[in-house]
C-alpha cells in the first residue's frame, strides 16, 4: 500500500493560526514539563504560493521582534513547514508571514510558537488534516534551526495546551498533566537578554546525587499535587534546585524578584525556561495582579524595565484562527 | 498547656504488630518511593517489663534472621522503643521480641519493618494511641541505627502500606501513590548478601545531567501512569537508569533475570532498595508465577538459588495482630 500525497484543499489558499508562548522546566521539570500562556503568542499565516521558486519562503515578519533570518533554511517557521512539504510530498509552494507576539530570547518558547503555528497553519491548508501528534515533529525540527537540539518541553504545550510531560524521547512521548482549576499563572520579562544555547552551556555536566534526589522529592510532590488538585503541596514542591540556581545569577534581581512574588502569595516561583523571564503560579487569576505588581516593582527597583503577562492555566494550544477556525 | 504524659492501658501489657516488607527506590524513585508487600513481614511483640532494670530489652529474636544485636542501642526495634519512650515520658520498661519475616541484607526493608513493627505494638498498649504520622520518626531513629542515616523510603510504606512518596525531607512529608487495581509484585532474592552501607557508598556522587533528565522523564511518566491506571506507561516508565546500572553489577544474573522477566510478561524490573532482591511489577496476579519462575529459572542457571513472594499491590501497613486487633 502507498501513501497518497496529501493535497491543498484548492478552495483554501490560506490559513493563519495563534501558537500561544509556553512556560518550559517549570521549577522541577527541567527539559520536561511545559505549559501554555493565554492571550501572548505568535501569529502564522500560510498561504499557497502559485509562482515559487522554492518550496518555502518568508514573506513577512511583523510584531514585536522583526530581526529574524528570512532565509528559510535559518527560520524556525519556514524550516518546520518544509520538514512537512517533504514528508507529505506536497508538490505546492507555501508563503508565511510571521507576527511574532513573543519576545526574542525572553525564555517563552519563541521559536517553538513559530515552528507549530506554521504547522498548524499549513495543516488547515490540507484536504485531509494530520493529527496534532504528528505535526510535532515537524515544529521540533523548525525549533532545532534555532536551538541546536530540539526539546519538546516547548513545542508539546504550544501545540497541545495546558501542561504537558516529555515521558520519553526516543521514541517521543507527550502526555497532559492536569493542573488545579482556578490556578493562574504570572510572567515577567526583565529587559535583559539571554541566548538559550548560550544559557544552555553554562550548565555544569553533573548533577551531585543528593540534588538529583531532592529534585526527584520536589517533581513527584509537583506531579501528585497537580494530580491531586492539593495546591498547598504544588507550592511546597515548585522549587528549582538544579538549573534555577545556576541560571539564576545571569538575571539581575531575580532573588528580590522571588521574594517578592512569594511574599505577595504566589505559590512558586521559577525562571521561565531558560530565562530571563520569570514566572510565578498562583492561587486565581484574581491573585494575578498583585504578584505581577511585586515582581515588577522588584525589578525596577534596580533600574529594570519589565513587561507581564497573567494567564490562567489549563489554556487552549495553537489553533486555526478567522475564517478557517470556523470550518 | 504541657503535654500529659502517655499512658499504658494497665488491661494490655502486650501488644504484636505485622510489619510488611517493602520495596524502596522502585526503579524511578531513589530515595523517594516505596511500596509495601503483603504476607512477608516481621512480627514485633512488645510487653510491658513489671521489673525492668532499662527502659528496653530484646527478649528474643527468632525467624530468619537470629543473628542481630540484642544490645537496645544497636537493636533498630529497641531504639525506635526507646526514641519513643522518651518522647513520651512514659514511665516503663518495655520488651521486645523479634519474629523476623524478612531476610537481612536483602533489600526488602528489614531494619525498618522491625522499628515500625515494634512501634506500632508499643502504640498498642497506650491508652491514647498515636497516629501513624505521630509514630513514623521514631521509626527512622530506630533505622538509623542499622543503616546508618534514616531513609523513609522503606519505613513511611511499611507504615502506611500501599506506595508512598517522600516529597520533602526538613521537615519530612510523606503522601500516598495510587496503583492500578488487580497490579502485582514479584519479589525474587537470590542467594546473595549486598551490605546497604556499602551499596549506597558504591553510587558516584554525581549524575550526569543527561540521565538525570531522562530519569526525570520516567518518574514523572510512572507517576502519571499510576494516577491515570495507564499500565502501559508505567511499564515503559520503569527503568533505573541511575542507582541501578552502578548496584546491578554487584547482583550476578541481573541481566539474565531482567530480560526473563521481561520476557514472561512483566512491566517492568529493577532492584528491591539496595539489592540483591529483585522484583518486577506484572499486570495481574495471576502473570506472577509465570515471572516468578522465569527469573528463578535464570538465576538457578548460574547457580544460584532463590526465594520468592508474589504480593498485590496497595497491600495495607504495619498493624496490630491477634486479640489487640480486634479492640
Known amino acids: 500500500m502507498t501513501r497518497k500525497p496529501a493535497r491543498i484543499n484548492p478552495d483554501r ?25 493565554e492571550g501572548v503568542g505568535d501569529r502564522v499565516r500560510v498561504s499557497v504560493d502559485e509562482d515559487a521558486t522554492e518550496a518555502v519562503s518568508v514573506e513577512s515578519i511583523t510584531g514585536v521582534v522583526t530581526d529574524l533570518p528570512t532565509d528559510p533554511g535559518g527560520n524556525t517557521a519556514a524550516v518546520a513547514v518544509a520538514k512537512m512539504i517533504e514528508a507529505l510530498d506536497l508538490d505546492v509552494g507555501l508563503r508565511i ?38 505535526l510535532l515533529p515537524f515544529a521540533l525540527e523548525g525549533e532545532a534551526a534555532a536551538s541546536g537540539a530540539p526539546h519538546a518541553d516547548n513545542a508539546a504545550p504550544c501545540l497541545y495546551g495546558g501542561m504537558t510531560a516529555v515521558v520519553a524521547t526516543d521514541p517521543l512521548r507527550i502526555v497532559g498533566v492536569p493542573t488545579p482549576a482556578g490556578l493562574a499563572c504570572v510572567v515577567v520579562r526583565p529587559e535583559l537578554r539571554i541566548d538559550t544555547k548560550e544559557a544552555r552551556a553554562a550548565l555544569r555536566d553533573d548533577v551531585p ?28 514542591s515548585m522549587k528549582d534546585l538544579i538549573a534555577g540556581p545556576q541560571r539564576a545569577v545571569a538575571i539581575t534581581g531575580f532573588d528580590a524578584a522571588r521574594d517578592a512574588a512569594l511574599g505577595a ?36 527597583s534596580l533600574g529594570l524595565n519589565s513587561q507581564a503577562w497573567v494567564s490562567r492555566l489549563g489554556c487552549a494550544g495553537a489553533h486555526l484562527v478567522g475564517e478557517q477556525a470556523e470550518r
Request: proline residues 4%; glycine residues 14%.
Open 13 to 37: 489558499p490560506e490559513a493563519t493560526a495563534f501558537a500561544p508562548a509556553t512556560v518550559a522546566n517549570v521549577a522541577v521539570g527541567f527539559d520536561v514539563l511545559g505549559f501554555a500562556l
Open 97 to 134: 508571514a510571521l507576527d511574532k507576539g513573543i519576545p526574542l530570547g525572553s525564555g517563552m518558547g519563541g521559536s517553538a510558537a513559530s515552528a507549530v503555528g506554521a504547522v498548524v497553519a499549513a495543516n488547515g491548508l490540507l484536504v485531509e488534516p494530520l493529527s496534532a501528534e504528528a
Open 209 to 236: 546525587l543528593e540534588l538529583s534526589v531532592e529534585q526527584s522529592m520536589r517533581l513527584t510532590g509537583f506531579l501528585i499535587g497537580c494530580h491531586r488538585g492539593d495546591v498547598d503541596l504544588i507550592g511546597q
Open 265 to 300: 502569595g504566589a505559590l512558586g516561583f521559577a525562571i521561565a525556561g531558560s530565562g530571563p523571564s520569570v514566572f510565578a503560579w498562583v492561587r486565581s487569576i484574581d491573585d494575578g495582579s498583585s504578584v505581577e505588581s511585586a515582581i515588577r516593582a522588584a525589578f525596577q
